[in-house]
């Protein structure tokens, strides 16, 4: 039985690239959707000891997750050669292990 949902998780350094890479060979092998997962931190969970912080925190985290789902769609774009309608992009933040894990069950992904 062949995967429908390839899920590929990067934290955008360079290093990553080669699983995206990899990632869409096979999605593209077996027809498979191409997902890519990233997990930004949640600065608003390690602040504790200084709340005053989590304001201005609060305000940017948008502005943070648009410059990751810019940064992460022309990375997956100059990786595979696919234009954005043809992958599916997962941003959230949180602790990185749990969240990838969390999106692959909830997305349905396969692989």
């Known amino acids: 039985m062949s995967p429908h949902k ?6 955008l350094r ?8 990899q990632a869409d060979e ?7 959707e191409l997902v890519v997962c990233h997990v930004t931190p949640n600065p608003l969970r ?3 000891l200084f709340p005053q912080l989590n304001e201005q925190l609060a305000l ?3 502005q943070v997750r648009e410059r990751a789902i810019e940064e992460l769609t022309a990375r997956v774009t100059e990786l595979t050669s ?5 992958f599916a992009l997962l941003v959230d933040d949180g602790t ?5 894990v969390e999106k692959a ?7």
């Open 82 to 86: 696919r234009r954005p309608e043809e």
């Open 60 to 62: 940017d985290l948008p």
């Open 6 to 11: 390839i899920m590929a998780a990067t934290d």
């Open 105 to 111: 069950e909830r997305y349905g992904v396969d692989l």
């Open 26 to 32: 096979w999605a593209r092998a077996v027809g498979a």
């Open 14 to 21: 360079d290093a990553a690239g080669e699983a995206i890479r």
């Open 96 to 100: 990185p292990h749990a969240v990838i």
């Open 46 to 48: 390690s602040n504790m």
